[in-house]
């Protein structure tokens, strides 16, 4: 972590993202489950979106990529061949003055981040971070697996149905998206650090000669799509890994960091795995994992290019990134600035009152639009705090009937950020808003 923050408050995005129905703490009745949250009616929908943005950008729009969906529960050879079992493990330390439990390399100055205790830290021991659970009614040796830490490896174990399948010529690419589940020593910072999350992934495979080109171009293009998406570019960077940092199977790994309010933090990796996962399941299986190159007239084990995103610490990123305090006629208004293509509902349909000559008309303009936008409708106190309420969602479209829609069939569009308002008929509302709302 370094000196610089970005300023915005942890707290209120928290809270925003309870009140309005984005994260909630998992069994929260029950005191919580530590590293689990759930999302909620708006939180699923900007989740959806951002899986939806990504599939397109990656495997829709491209020639060269195709998609998967593999298990959960694998082989559990499939992890000691991965080099999981035996190395996929954080130094753990606990503080011996308030029992409080790290991961060694977050301890600063040798200080507990917990009491402030200096010093007090048991010698670090190393803990493997897979779940471990049983296939069947039996709870032996024989009948343990792992749920994923990584959705990586099911399509390494696919390579040759997907090659055969699709008859795809190198380079080319696998995408994937997924539950994984790590055991984290200490889950912290919201959902940026849990013990479920969701991963999105891509295996691109290409000639060895080719993996630095491949490496350097995946971190330019994994960095235009959070722009793309609205981050600011001064709240992101690449960061290259050290030698020493490198997980197991890397030769080398460059990091999408963002600011966030408690500093720059990993969205995404972005790692040359080289051929360590097709050589290591092709030595354990006894399937050699290979690629013919009909020009050469030979085989080749491909390397692998791996840009690793994870879906929840993304969607905090947009959400932090997108938060704005602002005064509008001396009164405060909270804007989430969301890229249209994220926000979780794209209009919300708001009669002027609850008049009962106007409503009618507001619920048949709400259900004009529903089979074409995830739409909100809302009739509840002064239109002034219906608009601010979807503003602070991000709603990047209010449309209002009024009582001349009654005599015009015309209803007003607010555009949530410049606030400007134009009038459109009922009619071509649909393509009104179709026209600004980008694709999702
Ligand atoms: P960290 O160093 O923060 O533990 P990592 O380098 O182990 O992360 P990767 O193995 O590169 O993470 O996983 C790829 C992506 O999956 C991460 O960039 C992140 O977005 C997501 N991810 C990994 N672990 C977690 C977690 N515990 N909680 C939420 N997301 C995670």
């Known amino acids: 972590m370094t000196e610089t923050m970005n300023s915005v408050d942890m707290d209120e995005i928290v809270s925003l993202c309870k009140r309005r129905g984005f994260i909630f703490q998992s069994s929260e009745i029950y005191g919580g489950l530590a590293g689990a949250w759930d999302y909620g009616p708006l939180g699923v929908e900007m989740k959806n979106n951002i899986k939806r943005a990504w599939w397109r950008t990656n495997v829709q729009e491209r020639d ?19 080099g999981h079992v035996a190395t996929f493990a954080d130094p753990m330390v606990d503080c011996r003055n308030c029992q409080a439990r790290f991961r060694a390399d977050e301890i600063e100055e040798d200080r507990c981040p917990n009491c402030g205790a200096v010093g007090q830290f048991t010698d670090a021991r190393m803990f493997n971070l897979l779940f471990k659970t049983f296939a069947g009614p039996l709870e032996d040796e024989a009948s343990v697996v792992y749920l994923r830490p990584e959705t990586a490896q099911g399509m390494f174990v696919n390579f040759e149905n997907v090659l055969t399948s699709t008859r795809k010529k190198l380079p080319f690419g696998m995408a994937q998206i997924g539950k994984s589940f790590r055991n984290e020593v200490n889950p912290r910072h919201f959902t940026f650090r849990t013990r479920e999350f969701e991963q999105m992934e891509i295996e691109f495979f290409m ?5 630095q080109r491949w490496h350097e171009y ?13 981050l600011r570019p001064e709240n992101l960077r690449l960061t290259a890994h050290d030698a020493a940092d490198l997980a197991h199977y890397a030769a080398a790994c460059s990091d999408v960091e963002y600011l966030f309010p408690m500093g720059w933090l990993e969205l995404e990796g972005i790692a040359n795995r080289r051929d360590f996962d097709l050589q290591q399941h092709s030595k354990e299986s006894g399937v050699t994992l290979s690629y013919f190159d009909e020009e050469k007239g030979e085989h080749v084990v491909p390397y692998i290019i791996e840009p690793s995103a994870g879906v929840d ?27 249209p293509r994220l926000a979780p509902i794209k209009a919300a349909v708001l009669p002027l009152s609850r008049n009962e000559k106007l409503v009618p008309t507001a619920r048949e303009v709400w259900s004009l639009l529903r089979p074409h936008f995830m739409t909100a409708y809302d009739d509840a106190q002064s239109i002034g705090r219906r608009y601010r309420r979807q503003d602070e969602i991000g709603t990047p479209f209010c449309v209002t009937v009024d009582f001349d829609t009654l005599e015009d069939r015309a209803v007003t569009i607010r555009e949530r950020d410049s606030m400007e308002q134009v009038r459109v008929p009922v009619e071509g509302l649909v393509e009104a808003l179709r026209e600004r709302l980008p694709p999702c």
Request: net charge negative; hydrophobic share 45%; no cysteine.
């Open 313 to 339: 610490r993304p969607l905090l990123a947009f959400i932090v990134d997108a938060y704005r305090q602002e005064e509008v006629r001396g009164e405060k208004r909270v804007l989430l600035k969301l890229d």
């Open 218 to 230: 995946w971190m330019q293009e994994r960095l235009r799509w959070y722009v793309d998406l609205g």
């Open 207 to 211: 000639r060895p000669e080719e993996a």
């Open 64 to 82: 060269d990529m195709v998609g998967m969906d593999a298990s959960i529960l694998m082989h559990p050879k499939v992890w000691v061949a991965s």
